[in-house]
């Protein structure tokens, strides 16, 4: 079992890294923004609060994710292992997962940062989409279907971008990571859980850099 957390700006790669490291080791990906997401989608007053505060491209209230966190890792198939993506964000956040995993005598193996350059992340995030009917993700330039306009994984046909993907709001993510997400760096790095991948290498590279610190993690506890 690996628990990880993936820290990192918009446009990182969390999402991108957190889906194959769920195909290939079976670490289940949380993604409190896929949640989010679809709260917003299912029209519940939290998910329209939410849906809002996306859109401008600000931070939910932390009380509202620990909530949404707690009971996620709660359910069955987390005891495989899970990769936080996207949580925590603020070190408020931090410090209630730190309480929730003491409490469950869980141990968090890795914090990982992705690490990217801002100039980069509004190219990124501008050109994403994913199938609508899968949720496999796509990039205009970096990451096509091998058919156009077909899913490699499904094979379906329609496609989406998410509404806070603008020029506009990813400036204002990217500067909430600066304010509010990035002091989290500092927290786990004196405990000596940080990790670091180039999030700025080509896809397959990073991942290559992420499956090597589960592989070595998993080795080095067999020895
Ligand atoms: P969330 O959904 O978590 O969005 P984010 O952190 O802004 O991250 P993204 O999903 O945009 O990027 P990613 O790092 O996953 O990159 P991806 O792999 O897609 O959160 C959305 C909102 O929800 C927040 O703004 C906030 O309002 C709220 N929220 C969520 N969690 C919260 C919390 N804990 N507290 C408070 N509020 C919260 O990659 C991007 C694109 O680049 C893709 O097209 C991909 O193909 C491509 N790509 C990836 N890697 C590479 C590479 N190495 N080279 C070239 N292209 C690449």
Same mark, same amino acid.
């Given at each position: 079992?690996?628990?990880?957390? *993936?820290?990192?700006?918009? @446009? +990182?790669?969390?999402?991108?890294?957190?889906?194959? *490291?769920? #195909?290939? =080791?079976?670490?289940?990906?949380?993604?409190?923004? #896929? !949640?989010?997401?679809?709260?917003?989608?299912?029209?519940?007053?939290?998910?329209?609060?939410?849906? /809002?505060? !996306?859109?401008?491209? #600000?931070?939910?209230?932390?009380?509202? !994710?620990?909530?949404?966190?707690?009971?996620?890792?709660?359910?069955? %198939?987390?005891?495989? @292992? =899970?990769?936080?993506?996207? =949580?925590?964000?603020?070190?408020?956040?931090?410090?209630?997962? %730190?309480?929730?995993?003491?409490?469950?005598?869980?141990? $968090?193996?890795?914090?990982? #940062? /992705?690490? /990217?350059?801002?100039?980069?992340? /509004?190219?990124?995030?501008?050109?994403?989409?994913?199938?609508?009917?899968?949720?496999? @993700?796509?990039?205009?330039?970096?990451?096509?279907?091998?058919?156009?306009?077909?899913? %490699?994984?499904?094979?379906?046909?329609? =496609?989406?971008?998410?509404?806070?993907?603008?020029?506009?709001?990813?400036?204002?993510?990217? +500067?909430?990571?600066?304010?509010?997400?990035?002091?989290?760096?500092?927290?786990?790095?004196?405990?000596?859980?940080?990790?670091?991948?180039?999030? !700025?290498?080509? $896809?397959?590279?990073?991942?290559?850099?992420?499956?090597?610190?589960?592989?070595?993690?998993?080795?080095?506890? *067999?020895?």
């Amino acid at each position: 079992m690996t628990n990880l957390i *993936l820290l990192g700006a918009p @446009g +990182a790669g969390k999402g991108t890294q957190a889906r194959r *490291l769920q #195909e290939r =080791f079976g670490i289940v990906q949380i993604s409190t923004g #896929e !949640m989010l997401r679809a709260a917003a989608r299912s029209g519940t007053p939290d998910g329209r609060k939410a849906k /809002v505060i !996306m859109d401008r491209g #600000e931070l939910v209230p932390d009380c509202m !994710m620990v909530g949404m966190i707690a009971g996620r890792i709660d359910q069955p %198939d987390c005891r495989n @292992g =899970f990769a936080l993506d996207g =949580f925590p964000r603020t070190t408020a956040q931090a410090e209630a997962l %730190d309480g929730m995993l003491v409490k469950r005598g869980i141990a $968090i193996d890795h914090v990982i #940062e /992705v690490a /990217v350059d801002d100039d980069a992340m /509004v190219k990124r995030i501008i050109g994403r989409y994913t199938c609508a009917r899968c949720g496999a @993700g796509y990039h205009d330039l970096y990451s096509k279907p091998s058919v156009p306009g077909v899913c %490699d994984r499904c094979g379906g046909t329609r =496609f989406e971008r998410r509404d806070d993907d603008t020029a506009e709001t990813v400036r204002a993510r990217l +500067a909430a990571y600066h304010r509010q997400t990035e002091p989290i760096l500092a927290y786990y790095g004196q405990r000596e859980l940080l990790r670091r991948v180039d999030g !700025m290498a080509a $896809i397959d590279e990073v991942t290559r850099q992420l499956f090597a610190i589960v592989e070595d993690s998993r080795r080095e506890r *067999l020895t």
